[in-house]
């Protein structure tokens, strides 16, 4: 992802999608109610080799100038899940927003589990 400021004519800064997960990935695990991310393909290979990989559970799209976010996760019972799915998405898009200062399209919550 290009993030390029209008007053600035230094260049431009180009933000790694591994940067956006572990952005998003911080502000899902800080919302009430998120038990946890569900561990993709990705990060469990990395992880079994002795690397530590943030990004987990969270999937980032980037094409055409447009910042898509998928969020896989676990839930507590105790919550309602549609507040908490609008606390993740409102959460995850605001980090994303005043530490890149770029604009979230779309931020996706994909509930797997609800566990006690």
């Not at 940067?19 to 009430?32: L, M, P, Q, S």
């Not at 559970?57 to 549609?82: A, F, M, P």
């Amino acid at each position: 992802m290009n993030i390029q400021s209008e007053n600035s004519s230094y260049g431009i800064i180009d933000i790694s999608p591994e940067v956006i997960e572990v952005i998003a990935n911080i502000a899902v695990t800080e919302t009430k109610g998120v038990k946890g991310l569900l561990n993709n393909f990705a990060s469990g290979n990395l992880e079994k080799i002795g690397k530590k990989y943030r990004g987990r559970g969270v999937k980032v799209d980037t094409r055409e100038d447009s910042l898509k976010l998928s969020i896989y996760v676990t839930l507590d019972t105790d919550n309602n899940v549609h507040k908490v799915a609008e606390s993740i998405q409102k959460n995850v898009s605001h980090a994303i927003r005043t530490m890149l200062d770029a604009k979230v399209d779309e931020v996706n919550v994909h509930i797997v589990n609800i566990v006690k």
